[in-house]
């Protein structure tokens, strides 16, 4: 039985992965270096990218219930991010802090905006914790390519990050656009995931925990990944591309393609 991770965990990975973020910045030979895998981004764009988004997850958990995200002038002086590396770096830590303290104050349930209200993910401060560790996790690999020393996301935060992704990311009731499909995501740490398309939306179940009026027997995967759990989430951002020779793919790989593709919001 799959168990997710504690509101505790999440503020835990928050801080690890955000310490390893500062570590791949301080590293850096200059800020100007590429980020391979954000085209046209420099380290200092990636910085800023995620200190910002910080800043902003910090004030929506901050304004608890409400119909939409507080005015960016409630998190965004104008000013942006300094350009000289250890005020960047500090100023990187105050934004952590900034998040770090609403999520403590809030805790795990208070109701917050989101983005993903169609999701099978709660709109609560606990799941903003939790999409937080994903986001620096990812980001925190992007700036480990720069320097030259990629790593895996470690599993912990690799395994939940990936069912983050199914539960809140990829889950809608916005109807798929294509010919009905279920995919199936095989870690090799030993968990798996099932996203069942059609014309109701994309609804996420973990095998052994069949979505609602589905056959646990049936094995009905239309094309499945198999990897790791940190090669899963890289290529669920974009970060490996399905010929990776990371990954074992099986069955009708368009459907992949119509899934990269597929912007539910449009």
């Not at 590396?85 to 105050?94: G, K, V």
């Not at 020393?149 to 990311?169: I, K």
């Amino acid at each position: 039985m799959h168990t997710n991770l504690t509101f505790a965990d999440h503020l835990r990975l928050i801080d690890d992965r955000s310490t390893a973020f500062h570590t791949a910045v301080a590293a850096a030979p200059s800020l100007d270096a590429p980020v391979p895998s954000c085209p046209e981004w420099t380290l200092f764009d990636l910085v800023q990218h995620l200190g910002m988004g910080r800043r902003r997850s910090a004030a929506i958990v901050a304004a608890g219930p409400a119909d939409g995200p507080p005015d960016k002038s409630v998190w965004d002086d104008g000013t942006g991010a300094p350009r000289e590396r250890q005020a960047l770096l500090a100023w990187w830590r105050e934004s952590v802090e900034r998040l770090t303290s609403a999520l403590r104050e809030a805790g795990p349930d208070r109701r917050c905006w989101t983005w993903w209200g169609d999701s099978q993910s709660p709109e609560t401060s606990g799941a903003w914790a939790r999409r937080q560790v994903a986001e620096i996790a990812v980001h925190t690999h992007d700036a480990q390519l720069a320097v030259g020393s990629p790593e895996p996301l470690p599993d912990e935060v690799a395994l939940d990050a990936f069912d983050d992704c199914q539960f809140t990311l990829c889950s809608t009731d916005v109807a798929w656009p294509h010919e009905p499909a279920v995919v199936e995501y095989h870690a090799t740490e030993g968990r798996s995931w099932r996203l069942r398309l059609s014309g109701d939306g994309a609804q996420a179940s973990r095998l052994g925990e069949p979505a609602a009026g589905e056959d646990p027997d049936r094995d009905t995967a239309d094309v499945s990944a198999r990897g790791t759990a940190s090669d899963l989430v890289l290529f669920f951002y974009g970060r490996m591309t399905p010929d990776s020779p990371k990954l074992e793919l099986d069955g009708d790989r368009r459907i992949f393609d119509q899934l990269i593709a597929w912007d539910p919001s449009v």
